[in-house]
Structures are given as C-alpha cells and as structure tokens.
C-alpha cells in the first residue's frame, strides 16, 4: 500500500511539474530530464533562456530567478542532482554556477550584483551594479537563510553554517559560518 501512495505522489508531482515549466520551457528554459519545481517561483520570462537547470534537480516553493531584462550576458546555471529548499532568491546579472549535488537549504538567496547606493542616491531606482560571477562547487551543502554575495566562489565539499552571509571565497572543503562567514575548519585538513 505504502508503494502505491508513494508511486501516485510521484506520479501527482511529475504532472504538476509539467504544468508549472511549460511556460518557461516555452520560452526556452533549459531543463534536464526528471526535473522537480514546486508552486509559486516566479521566472524572468524575458531573459529564461538564460537560465540551465540540470537532470534531477528539485526546485523549492515560492522561488524566485532573476535575469536583468536588459542584459541579455547574464546567466543562471544549476548543476544535476542539486535540491534547492523553499523561498530561495538566485539573481544574476552576470554569471551564477551551482554546482553538481549540492543541497540549498530554505530560504538561500545567491546574488552576483547589489543596487547602487550611496549619498543623495535612491536605491529604488538607482539601477543594479555590474555583476560579479558566482560560482559554488559540487556537493556543497548551504544551510537555512544563507546569502551568497556577489564574487564568492565556493570549492567543492563547502558547507555553510544557517545565517551566514559568505563575502569571501573559500577553497574546496571549507566549513565556514558567521556574518560575515569565516573558516571553522577544513573538511580535508589532517588536523580535524
């Protein structure tokens, strides 16, 4: 019985997901095969062929991809087996590789630009700034409420407290946590 009800979920999600990307693969989203999104992400139909999502990748609730209509050169890309949780925020305006495997937990948002602020400036229709690529490698683990600015490349392995705001680069293996995030140990290091 258990078999069944977890083969007609499977089978109820599958549909669901159909419906939810048939707009953007319309519009030329780029997806793998045995892709999963779930209800509410809001994609940049102008610019959604700009964004590659590969095999096996789920999508969380309420997510939200954002491409600059005007640039044409930004680019999103998720890697295969990759899981990204509910409310999530990947906007670029440059380039944004996420890795192979990783899991994005709850409520992560990924950025390669800001607004442009500053005295007598007003963020709201001042523009955003030149993106600067992002990059997070393979089987990363991201917790809840992670923000990754702009720059930051991420080696493979890292992982990445709840809460933390990654300014920084970090090579492959890192545990890193805080605002701004900085290196507990190394997953590779003899020494743990």
Known sequence: MVKLLRSLLAARNGLLTFFRL???????LRTGGNVQAGGGIEWPLGNVRNIRVGDNVSLGRR??????????????????GTAIGNDFVITSNDSIKIGRE??????VTVMDHSH????????VSSGL???????IGD??????????????????????????VVTKSFE????????????????????T
Do not use: H
């Not at 442009?116 to 963020?123: F, H, K, W």
């Open 102 to 107: 990783c899991l994005l937990s709850y409520r």
């Open 116 to 123: 442009v602020t500053g005295p007598a400036v007003a963020p």
């Open 129 to 135: 700034t030149a993106g600067q690529a992002v990059m």
């Open 63 to 80: 997510g939200w991809f954002y491409l600059p209509l005007n640039n044409r050169q930004a680019r999103i890309e998720i890697g295969s």
């Open 139 to 164: 089987k990363c683990f991201l917790g809840c409420n992670v923000v990754i600015m702009p720059g930051v490349c991420l080696g493979d392995n890292c992982v990445v407290g709840a809460n933390s």
């Open 172 to 191: 492959a293996g890192s545990v890193i946590a805080g605002a701004p995030a900085k290196l507990l140990r190394n997953l590779f290091s003899k020494e």
């Open 22 to 28: 048939l707009v953007p693969r319309v519009l030329g």
